[in-house]
Nanobody, 120 residues
């Protein structure tokens, strides 16, 4: 089992920045961030493979968001810059022990979610 604890959501104006954090209770193979808005499917935002630090990003966030790990490889960060209203959603941290990508059903463990609101 892997427990995930997220923090860092909030409200920001368009063009602003936020950083999300998520700490896992144990070392995993992959940590990722997903988001979901009301009425929409959960969307993969970014993921990172532990060890190799190989990253995946959704096209909609490339160049604006950066996923990274701490030195212990148990805390994952999502630095979000140049935020847009379309980025508003509940953001979820996810972990898996075997694979890494941007497909939600491939991740076995999930955090509770943190709200991000981008509005003027």
């Amino acid at each position: 089992q892997v427990q995930l604890v997220e923090s860092g959501g909030g409200s920001v104006q368009p063009g602003g920045s936020l950083r999300l954090s998520c700490t896992a209770s144990r070392t995993t193979y992959c940590l990722g961030w997903f988001r979901q808005s009301p009425g929409k499917e959960r969307e993969g935002v970014a993921s990172i493979t532990i060890g190799s630090a190989y990253t995946n990003y959704a096209d909609s966030v490339k160049g604006r968001f950066t996923i990274s790990l701490d030195n212990a490889d148990r805390t994952v960060y999502l630095q979000m810059n140049s935020l847009k209203p379309d980025d508003s959603a509940t953001y979820y941290c996810a972990a898996d022990l075997r694979s890494c990508g941007l497909v939600a059903r491939s991740f076995a463990y999930w955090g509770q979610g943190t709200q991000v609101t981008v509005s003027s």
